[in-house]
C-alpha cells in the first residue's frame, strides 16, 4: 500500500522537481534552437505513451462504474501534448492551468493505492511527472503564457468537465472529480463539509489562475 511521504514518494519528488529546474534554467539556452521542437515532440509522445498506459492500467477491467477516465489527469495529457505539438493557444492555456495547478496538486498529495515497485505505481507517477513537466516546457521554458481569453477558456472548460462528471456521478453514483465525497488526506479536508468544499475549491482555482495569469498580461505603467 503506497504511503504518502514515504520514501519512494519523496525520491520521486525530487526527480520531479530536478527536471523543472532544468527545464527552467536551459529555456533561454532552448528557445529557437534546434533542439526546442525535438525536445516537445519527445515530451509529447511521453505524455501519450503514459496517457494510453494509465487507460489500460486503470480502466482496462471494463468496470464501467468506478473506473472511467474522468479524473483531470486520465485526460490532462491530451491538452499538453497537443501544446507541445503545436503552441496552439487553447492547449496552452489548458496545459498551463492544468497541468501548473491542478495535476501538481496530485503528485503532492496522490490519491494512489499501489506502492513501489506495482507497475502502477510507476503508470501513475510517468503519467503525472510527465503531465507537469510537458506543462512546465510549454509554457514557462518557452515563454507562452495565457491571456485573459485563455483565463476564460479554461475556466469554461473546467467548468465543462465539472458538470459532465457531477452528471455522470449522480447517475452511477460515483465520484469523479471527488465533487461527491473528499478523498482521505488532501487539503480538501482544511474547505469544509460538502457542498461547501466544492464551492471553496472552485473559488480558490478561479483566484489562484487569475494571479498566475495576471504577470503574463500585465503592461509596464507609463
Not at 530536478?18 to 511521453?46: D, N, T, W, Y
Not at 506543462?135 to 518557452?142: E, F, G, I, Q
Not at 466544492?198 to 483566484?207: C, K, P, Q, Y
Amino acid at each position: 500500500m503506497f504511503e504518502p511521504w514515504s520514501t519512494s514518494h519523496l525520491v520521486v519528488l525530487g526527480v520531479f522537481v530536478l527536471g523543472v529546474v532544468v527545464l527552467l534554467a536551459v529555456g533561454p539556452v532552448l528557445r529557437g534552437s534546434h533542439v526546442e521542437q525535438p525536445l516537445a515532440v519527445a515530451m509529447a509522445l511521453g505524455n501519450i505513451g503514459f496517457g494510453l498506459i494509465g487507460v489500460v492500467t486503470e480502466f482496462g477491467d471494463g468496470d464501467v462504474k468506478g473506473n472511467l477516465p474522468l479524473q483531470l489527469c486520465d485526460f490532462a495529457w491530451i491538452p499538453v501534448a497537443w501544446a507541445l505539438l503545436t503552441r496552439h493557444r487553447f492547449a496552452l492555456a489548458l496545459a498551463y492551468f492544468w497541468g501548473l495547478t491542478l495535476a501538481l496538486q496530485a503528485l503532492v498529495q496522490p490519491t494512489l493505492d499501489e506502492a513501489f515497485p506495482d507497475p502502477n505505481f510507476f503508470a501513475f507517477w510517468g503519467k503525472h511527472v510527465l503531465l507537469v513537466w510537458g506543462a512546465v516546457y510549454a509554457t514557462l521554458t518557452l515563454r507562452q503564457g495565457p491571456s485573459w481569453r485563455g483565463y476564460r477558456q479554461a475556466v469554461l472548460a473546467t467548468f465543462a468537465w465539472l458538470a459532465t462528471a457531477m452528471t455522470i456521478n449522480t447517475a452511477l453514483d460515483t465520484n469523479y472529480g471527488y465533487f461527491n465525497a473528499k478523498p482521505k488526506g488532501t487539503v480538501l479536508d482544511y474547505l469544509g463539509p460538502w457542498p461547501w468544499y466544492v464551492l471553496a475549491e472552485m473559488a480558490i482555482v478561479l483566484l489562484v489562475w487569475a494571479l498566475i495569469t495576471w504577470p503574463w498580461v500585465r503592461r509596464p505603467s507609463g
